[in-house]
Every structure is written in C-alpha cells, then in structure tokens.
C-alpha cells in the first residue's frame, strides 16, 4: 500500500554504465517529478510529467531520459554514467500544483 | 532569478520553541511549502501557505508575509524526533509552473 514507490533502493555501478531508476505510484496523481539531491542536501527538480506529458525539463544533461507509459509511472533513464552523478534520487507525485509526495530515493553510486 | 535562502544549521533544545526563516525571490509566486526530511529519508509534507499570515497545525505554525518575501516555520514543544531537516519550497511561476526548493536547515535538538 506504499504511496510512491522507487526501485532500486541502492545503486552502485561503474563509470560508463547505462542504468534505470523506476517510479510508481498509486495515488491517482496526475503530475510526477524526478529530484536530484547531492551531497549537500541541495533538492534539485529534473524532470516533471503531468498525463504523460512532459513539462518542466530542467537544464539537465541529455544522457538523463525519462519515460512515462503511464500516469502512475515515470522511470528515468541514465546513459554514461559520470561520477558527478552520484546522488540520491526522489520520484515524487502530486495533483497540479498541491503537496507533493516523496518516494523513499534511490542512492546512485558511480564508481 | 529565482532565490530562497534558509539557515543552514540550527540548535535547539528539548521542549523549547524554534523558529526557522525563509525569504524568497521568485518570478511569479503561488505558494509556500515547508517540509520535513530526516537523515536518509524522503522529505514529507508540513504545511503550505497561500495568503498572509499564520496557519496552525498542531506543534508546527507556518507564517507567510508575500509582500516581504519571507515566511517562518515555528515549531513547539520540541523533541528529539524534530531533529531533521526542513525545507523551504516556493511554487513559482515563470515559463513554467515549477517548485523551488531551499537548501534546507538541518535541526539539532539536545535533551
């Protein structure tokens, strides 16, 4: 019955790796979003999804591609891997412009 | 450009009252969240303010002043379990409808 869901919870993966980071959630929400936290604790907005569609694309890196098939999910995809990736990563999930609700973040650690 | 600033740390004793600042500048303003995140853990919702003034929830009081920018989160009775960090997040409106967030102020509180 958890709200918003991410896997993996741990990632860790050599420099130049291609991986995925999958979102879930069954709230019935209509906007998604990815968050990038670094080592500062500094929440960064990537990406956000409202039905499907992107909206906000934030001055992102083009090796970060995300995909929603659907309105309860929105995976992001991470091509080349770069040290300077490494972060915690949050999926979250709201109506239009309310209180938004956090996945538990998946740690990426590029070696 | 689009600024929120916060304290980056604070201390605070057990059963005492904290209040912890944010002044904002934003293009275009909808709102004020204040969340709560602890050491590894996804930030969750508190409170969001929209008009002037104060909003009581339990222990947590949100204050919000738009024509000065500047909001306040207000915390009571505390306990250890306050130990977190809180972040500040305004929704602002630019080219895009978006949610900006602080970098956060990191709570201690001692017995």
């Known amino acids: 019955d958890t709200a918003v869901s991410q896997t993996p919870k741990y990632l860790v993966t050599q420099m130049g790796n291609d991986k995925s980071i999958k979102c879930e959630q069954n709230l019935g929400h209509d906007t998604m979003y990815w968050y990038k936290q670094d080592s500062k604790k500094f929440l960064k907005i990537m990406f956000s999804y409202n039905n499907k569609e992107l909206i906000i694309n934030e001055t992102v890196p083009n090796r970060f591609s995300p995909k929603s098939p659907d309105k309860a999910h929105l995976n992001l995809h991470i091509n080349s891997l770069e040290l300077g990736d490494s972060a915690v990563y949050f999926c979250a999930s709201s109506r239009v412009h309310n209180e938004q609700f956090f996945g538990p973040g998946t740690r990426l650690t590029v070696l | 450009g689009q600024n929120i600033d916060q304290p980056t740390e604070m201390t605070a004793t057990e059963g005492a009252i904290v209040q912890i600042n944010c002044t904002y500048q934003?293009?275009?303003?909808?709102?004020l969240f204040w969340y709560q995140q602890h050491a590894g853990e996804a930030p969750t919702f508190l409170s969001y303010n929209v008009l002037d003034g104060l909003e009581e929830k339990g222990r947590f009081s949100s204050f919000l002043s738009r024509s000065k920018g500047y909001s306040y989160l207000l915390l009571k009775e505390l306990q250890m379990k306050d130990s977190a960090s809180y972040l500040c997040a305004v929704w602002a409106y630019s080219s895009a409808s978006k949610i900006i967030f602080g970098s956060g102020t990191r709570l201690s509180i001692r017995p």
């Open positions: 934003t293009s275009g303003f909808n709102g």
